[in-house]
Nanobody, 116 residues
């Protein structure tokens, strides 16, 4: 049973930083792609960053140089620096099986609000 539990969201001023964490259980890290997605009101959910077990990462263009994803077997993290109002969204932790795409799991989400 895959379980993903996010924490670390909150309210921050523009230019500030937040670190999101996701407690991961029930996955084999070597055969899952781990990622963070976000969904703002009225918009589609989008991939923010992803990481594989060999350390390969992928970032949304607007977050490159500001966000850093890291992870291991039990924890997935997203360090967010230089936050902008447009980063405001609900952020979701995701685990997707490399070979069985329908095995796709989500956390409950954590709200990030960037506002002065």
């Amino acid at each position: 049973q895959v379980q993903l539990v996010e924490s670390g969201g909150g309210l921050v001023q523009p230019g500030g930083s937040l670190r999101l964490s996701c407690a991961v259980s029930g996955t084999n890290f070597k055969i899952f792609v781990m990622g963070w997605y976000r969904q703002a009101p009225g918009k589609q959910r989008e991939l923010v960053a992803s990481i594989t077990s060999d350390g390969s990462t992928n970032y949304l263009d607007s977050t490159k140089g500001r966000f850093t994803i890291s992870g291991d077997k039990t924890t997935l993290s997203l360090q967010m620096n230089s936050l902008k109002p447009e980063d405001t969204a609900v952020y979701y932790c995701n685990a997707r099986h490399l070979f069985i795409p329908t095995n796709n799991y989500w956390g409950q989400g954590t709200q990030v609000t960037v506002s002065s």
